[in-house]
């Protein structure tokens, strides 16, 4: 069955990066695109961008543009999503979801999030 | 960009029908995805290109689309509903995805 599984809560202070992963089993890693969505405490979902795990092309949302990379692994399955100049506005749960394979089909499995505190 | 405007709080009574709006201009254009989210966990794919259900979920939880509101619709809803409902759709003009505001579900 599909799993994702991702790293491990990080704390991070001000002006600093984070690297989260998401690591990929249970389908044919390169088939399928994936999604990186996150939740500030309290809030909703907010979709930052998708990765084509074949070629590796990426597309962001407006607002993470320059900031935020997403890159892949295919030797070892594993999916990457680096923030960088974090702030405090950062601290969120970040979620790696698979989508289809196609990237107008939707996601429909989801890791289990990864904790980002951003702390002075 | 586009934009998806859900209500904030939804409440219903149990055994009753809830119904949760997603509108969007000509939202009814676009396949719209509502994900469940219980509270500390990833969120669920509920419904999917407007009406249709992954396997697992109930047939109490339907869709419809058109104009320019997409309705999540919960029949003889149950304690277990509680959540936060997320409506999506994939935004062609910008090619970016777009998530609603999320709607709490209250089973009182």
């Known amino acids: 069955q599909v799993q994702l599984v991702q790293s491990g809560a990080e704390v991070k202070t001000p002006g600093a990066s984070v690297k989260v992963s998401c690591k990929a089993s249970g389908y044919f890693f390169t088939s399928y695109y994936m999604h990186w969505v996150r939740q500030a405490p309290g809030q909703g979902l907010e979709w930052m961008g998708i990765?084509?795990?074949?070629?590796?092309?990426?597309t962001y949302a407006q607002k993470f543009q320059g900031r935020v990379t997403m890159t892949r692994d295919t030797s070892t399955n594993i999916f990457y999503m680096e923030v960088i100049s974090l702030t405090s506005e950062d601290t969120a749960v970040y979620f790696c979801?698979?989508?289809?394979?196609?990237?107008?089909?939707?996601?429909?499995?989801w890791g289990q999030g990864t904790l980002v505190t951003v702390s002075s | 960009s586009y934009v998806l405007t859900q209500p904030p709080s939804v409440s219903v009574a149990p055994g009753q029908t809830a119904r949760i709006t997603c509108g969007g201009f000509?939202?009814?254009?676009?396949?719209v995805h509502w994900y469940q989210q219980k509270a500390g966990q990833a969120p669920v794919l509920a419904v999917h290109?407007?009406?249709d259900r992954p396997s697992g979920i109930p047939e109490r939880y339907s869709g419809s689309n058109s104009g320019n509101t997409a309705t999540l619709t919960i029949s003889w809803a149950e304690d277990g509903d509680e959540a936060d409902y997320y409506c999506l759709v994939w935004d062609s003009g910008s090619d970016h995805w777009v998530f609603g505001g999320g709607t709490k579900l209250t089973v009182l």
């Open positions: 290109d407007d009406s």
């Open positions: 000509g939202i009814g254009g676009k396949s």
């Open positions: 990765i084509n795990p074949s070629g590796g092309y990426t």
């Open positions: 979801a698979r989508g289809g394979g196609r990237r107008i089909e939707m996601p429909s499995h």
